[in-house]
């Protein structure tokens, strides 16, 4: 089925920058359909954005619009989300997944932004 590994997370202030990855091994990346989800404490899974499996075609969430970019790069197998202007309420542990309700995604990086 395939394993999923996201990377890249960690503690920024509002305002600041990150770009995680999520390393896919055993699956046909090239050939997947990828999303970001991300939950929050105390509070549900939550689809952020989706990417089909050229990079043609993308779609956010409107809460992050206009501030998070998601790219993959099929030849590394790697999908990634560089996420700008960030604000408090992003903290939440984010997943890369098979689908929008986060199906094998893997252990989740943590995002924590605060002054």
């Known amino acids: 089925q395939g394993q999923l590994v996201e990377s890249g997370g960690g503690l920024v202030q509002p305002g600041g920058s990150l770009r995680l990855s999520c390393a896919a091994s055993?699956?046909?990346?090239?050939?997947?359909?990828m999303y970001w989800v991300r939950q929050a404490p105390g509070k549900a899974l939550e689809w952020v954005s989706y990417?089909?499996?050229?990079?043609?075609?993308?779609d956010y969430a409107d809460s992050v619009k206009g501030r998070f970019t998601i790219s993959r790069d099929n030849a590394k197998r790697t999908l990634y989300l560089q996420m700008n202007s960030l604000k408090s309420e992003d903290t939440a542990v984010y997943y890369c997944?098979?689908?929008?309700?986060?199906?094998?995604r893997g252990q989740g990086t943590q995002v924590t932004v605060s002054s």
């Open positions: 055993g699956l046909t990346f090239r050939f997947s359909r």
């Open positions: 997944a098979k689908d929008i309700k986060g199906t094998g």
């Open positions: 990417i089909n499996s050229d990079g043609g075609s993308t």
